[in-house]
């Protein structure tokens, strides 16, 4: 599981996992995955050919963000309310410095 985490998602979000055996048949069980609420987000999904996805959970679905819902939340993570107007050099330093130090994710494409 952390090599899937670290190979799909960044940042890496904080999880615990715990294997349930199945008393019934002990050769059955699942998996039992809990991943803790993140400061750290947005996080990016890498999918197939490439693509870049944003989830976010929604009651007991999860939804992809939307460009202007992924430029908001990058605002958040990084301490700046300024709308899309105001020109911040140093919050668009640090989304892009973020990015790039993020070797899963440099190479990929958003979708929404």
């Keep these: 599981m ?29 998996l039992l995955i809990a991943v803790a609420a993140s400061v750290s987000g947005p996080h990016a999904v890498a999918g197939a050919g490439g693509t870049l996805t944003y989830p976010r959970r929604s009651g007991p679905t999860t939804v992809n963000l939307s460009e202007e819902e992924v430029a908001q939340a990058y605002r958040r ?6 709308g899309p107007s105001r020109r911040d050099a140093g919050g668009a330093s640090a989304m892009l410095c973020a990015w790039s130090t993020c070797p899963e994710c440099r190479d990929r494409r958003w979708t929404g």
Excluded at 9 to 19: F, G, K, M
Excluded at 77 to 82: T, W
């Design 77 to 82: 993570r990084f301490g700046s309310a300024a």
């Design 2 to 30: 952390d090599t899937v985490l670290a190979a799909r998602v960044c940042p890496r979000p904080l999880t615990q996992a715990r294997v349930v055996a199945d008393p019934d048949d002990r050769g059955r069980g699942f």
